[in-house]
């Protein structure tokens, strides 16, 4: 996940519980938990060539497009 995607979870959830948190940041980000990558190729090392979920934005997306295997979406509604 990107930077802002990861700033903009709930603090009591980050990082992710019960997986591992690739962040892709060209910023230093000292954040317990996290594994820091500064590209795509760093992102994919930490993976260890297991299977691996991308979660935004919108420009971490595009980078991994050519590079996924399955596409899922999900959607998040809220209650007005």
Do not use: C, W
Request: net charge positive; glycine share 8%.
């Amino acid at each position: 996940m990107g930077r802002k995607t990861f700033e903009s979870l709930p603090v009591k959830f980050r990082p992710l519980p019960g997986r591992d948190n690739i962040v892709m940041s060209r910023k230093d980000l000292s954040e317990k938990g996290i594994y820091l990558a500064k590209n795509m190729e760093e992102a994919l090392q930490f993976t260890n060539g297991n299977p691996a979920y991308v979660m935004g934005g919108s420009e971490i997306y595009n980078l991994f497009l050519y590079t996924l295997l399955h596409l899922f979406q999900f959607y998040h509604y809220q209650d007005p």
